[in-house]
Structures are given as structure tokens and as C-alpha cells.
């Protein structure tokens, strides 16, 4: 058997983010210390304000940190130029959010066509589809589809080019509970068919329940990490 520790994906060290709004500073982030496996599922958690959104927009290089480090495997984001970051976005990071943001005058399978044609190892649209269970809704406006059914396209287009990190902020926020266990079920299986390593930012605690850790924030800080040895299926979650 295979003890050895997974590789880190991601280790952040001393991170902060202060924002200036002229009155005052707002310390988003307060020295950060992190590690975000490979093909790990974790759950961030905390109340608002808290650091979460903002370590996730670090790590997925759409923002830099006021001081300290960010590595992803042997690169070191901090050092990156904005031209080194946009690659990296492109050819490593998925990102879901909260609103679907799908182009209103695309079909589906369009939408997601978007990525696999500047990617550069991409999936088939039909098959990224086919991956959050779409299939039968490929040529279908965003306008026809449901807002749990927008998101599985809004997945599809982030997973359709094949990225190593999956970053999701709230992606069942605006959802119900049965639309919600959908999106995570089609989450997981992105995760664990191609160990795809996927942080997801959630305000419903008991998602935690299907996550390899959940990472609690606060005043921005990791408050504490806790690891679960018996993650349940998506399904098997109380809402």
C-alpha cells in the first residue's frame, strides 16, 4: 500500500490581501498558510467577509496578494507577470461561480465551445456535456434551461478543458436543495473520474459531509482544517 502524503497542488504561505479604500484598510486576508492537495475535494466555510473568495481569486490568479507566496506545483504565482497568470488561468484553472454567466445567444454546447477552442488539450463539448449529465439539452439556449441545468453547462464549460484545479464560489448558492445535490453530484464525478483537485466555497455547512477536508475561515484565517475519512455521496446530504 501507498502511504506516502500527496503531493501539494497548491501551498500558500503568509498570505494577506489589504484593500485601501481611503478611510481605512480592510485585511481580507491576515497570513494565510494553506495546502490544497491533488485530487482532493475540500470545502471552504465561514461567515461572510471572511477570506474565502479572496484566497480563491488568488489561487486562480484573477488577483495577487498584498504580501506572502502562492505556489502551484513548481511555479510561483507571486512572480508571475499578468501575461504568465492569463496562461496559467487558461491552461490550468476552471472556475464555477454562483451565476452562470453563459452567452444569452449560445446554444449549450456553444457555450462550452467557447473554451475547448483555445484550449489546448480540450474535451469534445458533447462529451463535457455528456460529463454533468446535458446530453439531451446540447442545443439548448440558456434561456430554456433551468438555473441547475445552466450551472451543469457553466461546469461542463470549465471542465471541457481539462484543468487541473476546479475553483467554485457558492456554484449551489442559488439553488434548491434537489438542483443542488445535481451540481454537486456532477462536481464529484469530474473529481473523481479525471482527479481533478476541487475547492469549493459553500454557506451550507453540511456540504462538508462530502468533502476529503473542510477549511474554516475567519477574520481571515484559516480558523481550522478538519479531514473526513468517510466523505458521503452528494446525495446522502441533509440540506
Known sequence: MDTRAPEPVFHTEGLTKVYDTGAEQIRALDGVTLDLFAGEFAVLLGPSGSGKSTLLNILGGLDRPTSGTVRFTDHDLTGMSDAQLTRFRRDHVGFVFQFYNLVASLSARE???????????????????????????????????????????????AIAKRPDILLCDEPTGALDSKTGVQVLTALKTVNERFGTTTAVITHNAEIRRMADRTIWFRDGRVERVEVNDAPVPPSGIDW
Open 111 to 157: 457555450n462550452v465551445q467557447l473554451v475547448t477552442d483555445v484550449a489546448a488539450d480540450p474535451m469534445d463539448p458533447a462529451e463535457a456535456l455528456a460529463l454533468v449529465g446535458m446530453t439531451h439539452r446540447t442545443d439548448h439556449f440558456p434561456a430554456e434551461l433551468s438555473g441547475g441545468e445552466q450551472q451543469r453547462v457553466a461546469i461542463a464549460r
